[in-house]
């Protein structure tokens, strides 16, 4: 992103030391996602954001974990693919996945590819025939790339802290 563009998740972000408990379990999930990414890249590549976010999502079960896939899906929708947006980044992005080393990261791939093809409808028939396990893994993976693409106040991940993240985050 550029350093000109506003945050599209804002500024807000919840604590990760020591949490209130019962309001992360209150939050919608684009304000639990919003806090996770913004705590993330302030706190460079703090992977604690992470874990809080993932818990919370595997206890509110598949439905929380669909809407926070898609919230980074939009998020990312915003930025091109090796330089190509639309159909052509689809097309890119179904290349990778074809050659993806698991299943899970084949369905990220996948799904964001059908993302930017036809939108939130045609990624949700992907995500919704792939295994839980599968789209709990992808969801996971979509957040590191969201961290990766995003950036709060001045604050950006560097490559390395992305690695980092993805090794902590994912595996």
Not at 28 to 44: F, H, I, K, R, S
Request: hydrophobic share 50%; glycine share 10%; with cysteine.
């Amino acid at each position: 992103m550029s350093a000109d563009l506003p945050n599209p998740f804002g500024d807000y972000r919840w604590a990760v030391v020591d949490p209130d408990q019962e309001l992360l379990a209150q939050l919608p999930v684009a304000d639990l996602v919003q806090g996770a990414v913004n705590g993330t890249v302030e706190e460079a590549a703090d992977a604690r954001y992470g874990h809080r976010l993932f818990a919370e999502l595997d206890r509110r079960g598949d439905g929380a974990w669909r809407q926070a896939a898609v919230i980074c899906l939009d998020f990312l929708a915003r930025n091109p693919v090796n330089g190509l947006e639309g159909v052509a980044a689809a097309a890119e992005l179904r290349r990778a996945a074809r050659s993806a080393s698991t299943p899970a990261a084949r369905l990220g791939l996948e799904v964001l590819a059908e993302h930017r093809a036809g939108g939130a409808v045609a990624a949700a028939v992907v995500w919704e025939g792939a295994l839980s396990a599968q789209r709990a893994e992808a969801g996971r993976k979509l957040f590191v790339i969201t961290c990766a693409s995003a950036r709060s106040g001045s604050a950006v991940l560097a490559p390395g802290q992305v690695i980092e993240l993805n090794q902590k985050l994912v595996g």
